[in-house]
């Protein structure tokens, strides 16, 4: 055993030496080779590393003026650091790899809306108020700058407080608090403007008055849950439904009353500027629960009920029809409304003949309010043609079409039924089940392409995307810190139900150009939205959203229309501070990120949910905060 040590030492003490053998000789040859290569190896040395260099960089076309005379002495190289070539021999940049820089506009079109002008309109029939319709400007009238926020403005207080405050460095319009002073629409104060929450026909406050609404129809049970107001004023209606869990979408005309959409965008309210006159109203067919009509000067028994036939064709099978207002209780009021009792009454006989011939039925009329509902289907309705000829049913009429669609004084036919107790397409779900129920129109196989399987695919897929995108902006991730939303290519409205228990709400949008019409579907999953083409400017003031998602817009619209013009549209809808998330082919991307840059938006791509290898790729934006400058006098 003691021999067996001893070999065990002697071999261990060997392979040590051997080791420091071996170290002691690597690093001799290693300083060895060092100062082989270090040492000057003159001209040649030089023109192998000439050599190596211009394997790397272009070749230029050089004559240096000072030669090596001494190659053997490094000393002797003189170190030339003045320039050889110019900027004029440089070749230049194509216009496509050029940022190009959008200017400012003119102060005097921080609120332009650019197909509701009201200088363009004057070139239109007046008939019907058709000249207070979209009238969009010709390609070669489109702005190239970018619309100016006035001087002071600021970001909008967060909902709920926005329902009842506004900055008035915002819309700096008085003209309401003078003309409603005596309604209660709107008061001044400050640095700000208040919502009382009043109205023409509800000067206890707009609460009270939906109360008063909700005695006489269920407004508690999840069966209203999408509504719209025509003729809105400052959309206080709409902005007390939204403590109901009912979704408003409220219009009125550009500057009937000077900025009353505007207000109502600005209180985090649903709006759209739009009109009844004589084009369809962009939205499809059985679209809403509730419409409403508070003192909105719109004449219903006008032109054979025409508009009323319009708002038959967005109410969904038993919807309401809400009137207040002349020519209702015309009784008690006809002397405040400068009018004859005569006249009032002749008012009233004709919405009353008008309703009965789209076999409406009269729910109630109690005081100011008068309620009227539309038939869960057409099975009676067409046997009562035989006493009411008109309005006659449409025939071979899609009516879901509502983009630059005129008005048909004919009754869109309800989807057929095989008894008369069942709802035409099929029954809707309470909110909140709705959500997530199989809607109607995808249920009966109505929309091409799309299953029931495929529906609820698509709304666990938005989950993902959305978790995805909070991840990915911290502000969309931050609770409050956006309200206003808008969805270029909303699709089955995937994304907005992603955002159902934030305290957002979103505007869906359909494409005009897209090939399957799902705006239906949308509605009737309980979200709000409208038809649009992104060739054109929206119905709605500068600044209007606080978050904007583009998800597969520029592929659709490639070769349609030009993407500068898109993004400035964007630009011009979305507030100071807003962000963006554009969602599409990285090709497409890249030129989008390019023209962000001139409109001067931060912006950074980002790998699809996917991973790295997904083609499709996220581009993430800021629009930068930038007003007007000060005003001059303020200056001095």
């Given at each position: 055993m003691v021999i067996l040590a001893d070999l065990t030492h002697s071999i261990t003490s060997i392979i040590k030496k051997s080791n420091l053998y071996y170290v002691a000789a690597t690093i001799v040859l290693c300083c060895t080779f060092y100062v082989i290569g270090f040492w000057p190896q003159g001209g040649d040395v030089t023109s192998r590393q000439l050599s190596s260099t211009a394997t790397i960089l272009p070749t230029l076309p050089c004559n240096p003026s000072i030669k090596n005379t001494n190659p053997n002495s490094r000393s002797s190289i003189p170190i030339d650091f003045t320039a050889h070539h110019t900027a004029d021999e440089l070749v230049p940049l194509s216009s496509s790899a050029r940022v190009n820089h959008y200017p400012s506009c003119n102060l005097e079109l921080s609120e332009y809306t650019p197909c509701e002008d009201s200088k363009r309109s004057l070139k239109f029939d007046r008939s019907m108020l058709a000249y207070r319709e979209r009238h969009c400007p010709e390609k070669s009238e489109l702005l190239k700058c970018r619309i100016p926020a006035p001087f002071g403005y600021k970001p909008p207080f967060r909902w709920p407080q926005s329902r009842d405050s506004v900055w008035y460095a915002n819309v700096p319009h008085k003209h309401l608090t003078v003309e409603k002073a005596g309604q209660n629409w709107v008061r001044f104060k400050?640095?700000?403007?208040?919502?009382?929450?009043?109205?023409?026909?509800?000067?206890?406050?707009?609460?009270?008055?939906?109360?008063?609404?909700?005695?006489?129809?269920?407004?508690?049970?999840?069966?209203?849950?999408?509504?719209?107001?025509?003729?809105?004023?400052?959309?206080?209606?709409?902005?007390?439904?939204?403590?109901?869990?009912?979704?408003?979408?409220?219009?009125?005309?550009?500057?009937?009353?000077?900025?009353?959409?505007?207000?109502?965008?600005?209180?985090?309210?649903?709006?759209?500027?739009?009109?009844?006159?004589?084009?369809?109203?962009?939205?499809?067919?059985?679209?809403?629960?509730?419409?409403?009509?508070?003192?909105?000067l719109i004449p219903w028994g006008k032109y054979d009920g025409l508009y009323l036939i319009e708002v038959d064709r967005i109410l969904r099978p038993g919807g309401y029809w809400i009137l207040s207002g002349p020519p209702v209780n015309w009784q008690d009021h006809w002397r405040g409304w400068n009018r004859t009792a005569d006249d009032l009454k002749a008012e009233q006989d004709q919405i009353e003949n008008v309703a009965r011939s789209l076999c409406w039925k009269k729910?109630?009329?109690?005081?100011?309010?008068?309620?009227?509902?539309?038939?869960?289907?057409?099975?009676?309705?067409?046997?009562?043609?035989?006493?009411?000829?008109?309005?006659?049913?449409?025939?071979?009429?899609?009516?879901?079409?509502?983009?630059?669609?005129?008005?048909?004084a004919c009754l869109s036919p309800l989807p057929e039924v095989s008894s008369v107790k069942d709802v035409a397409g099929g029954p809707l779900e309470n909110w909140p089940e709705r959500l997530t129920a199989v809607p109607p129109r995808i249920a009966s196989s109505s929309i091409e392409g799309v299953t029931a399987e495929g529906f609820s695919e698509d709304t666990e897929l938005w989950k993902k995307r959305v978790a995805h995108y909070k991840a990915l902006d911290s502000q969309l991730a931050e609770r409050g810190r956006y309200r206003n939303i808008l969805d270029m290519n909303a699709w089955l409205g995937g994304f907005a139900a992603a955002l159902v228990d934030d305290p957002v709400w979103v505007m869906n949008i359909i494409p005009a150009e897209a090939e399957v019409n799902t705006l239906g579907v949308i509605f009737e999953r309980g979200f709000i939205g409208t038809y649009q083409s992104w060739c054109e400017a929206m119905s709605t003031y500068p600044r209007t959203y606080d978050f904007i998602h583009a998800d597969s817009v520029f592929t659709l619209y490639q070769d349609r229309c030009e993407v500068e013009d898109i993004l400035l549209e964007m630009d011009r809808v979305l507030r100071p501070q807003g962000s963006a998330i554009f969602r599409?082919?990285?090709?497409?991307?890249?030129?989008?990120?390019?023209i962000l840059d001139g409109l001067q938006w931060e912006s950074r791509m980002v790998d699809h949910e996917g991973g790295p290898h997904v083609r499709e790729k996220l581009l993430i934006a800021t629009k930068l905060y930038w007003t007007a400058p000060a005003p001059v006098q303020d200056k001095q």
């Open positions: 400050g640095d700000r403007f208040t919502f009382p929450g009043g109205g023409t026909m509800f000067p206890r406050g707009a609460d009270a008055y939906i109360d008063d609404i909700g005695k006489l129809i269920k407004l508690k049970d999840g069966s209203i849950r999408t509504a719209i107001d025509t003729g809105c004023g400052v959309a206080s209606w709409g902005a007390y439904l939204l403590s109901r869990d009912i979704l408003p979408i409220s219009f009125a005309p550009k500057d009937t009353h000077e900025a009353q959409v505007q207000f109502a965008l600005e209180r985090g309210v649903p709006a759209l500027i739009g009109i009844l006159a004589t084009n369809r109203l962009p939205y499809p067919a059985r679209a809403f629960d509730m419409a409403h009509c508070s003192r909105c729910v109630t009329q109690r005081g100011d309010l008068a309620i009227w509902q539309k038939p869960t289907n057409h099975v009676h309705c067409k046997i009562n043609r035989k006493v009411f000829r008109k309005p006659p049913f449409c025939q071979e009429q899609d009516p879901d079409k509502a983009w630059y669609t005129k008005i048909d599409d082919d990285v090709d497409v991307l890249v030129n989008v990120k390019s």
